[in-house]
């Protein structure tokens, strides 16, 4: 099982970046993916998770209204639209995935990517 997210970088406050997490080794649309993140000093904090069919997404009160997150079953790729983006998103991104319902519980999740660092700064 492999998980790698890529797309992060700098970027300054009220911009726009796009996470891609690139999956292989498992049946995608039978598994929860989701996005987590840590910041420097903080515990790792989920952000927001697609349901298997990406019909449910749940995204935490912090993103909410600035955050997207969508699925490609058939390229077994997720993706996080970020938007609005505040110092406080400044943090590594990690994509990781469960074969359960819906959770942004960090405990639950069996497989992870490697993370990607996304910096807000001006």
């Known amino acids: 099982v492999q998980l790698q997210a890529s797309g992060g970088g700098l970027v300054q406050p009220g911009g726009s970046l796009r996470l891609s997490c690139e999956t292989s080794g498992f049946t995608f649309g039978a598994y929860t993916i989701a996005w987590f993140r840590q910041a420097p000093g903080k515990e790792r904090e989920g952000v927001s998770v697609?349901?298997?069919?990406?019909?449910?997404?749940f995204h935490a009160d912090s993103v909410k209204g600035r955050f997207t997150i969508s699925r490609d079953n058939v390229n077994k790729t997720l993706y996080l639209q970020m938007n609005s983006l505040k110092p406080e998103d400044t943090a590594v991104y990690y994509c990781?995935?469960?074969?359960?319902?819906?959770?942004?519980?960090?405990?639950?999740?069996?497989?992870w990517g490697q993370g990607t660092l996304v910096t807000v700064s001006s």
């Open positions: 697609s349901s298997r069919s990406g019909g449910g997404t």
């Open positions: 990781a995935s469960r074969f359960g319902g819906p959770s942004l519980r960090r405990e639950l999740y069996k497989y």
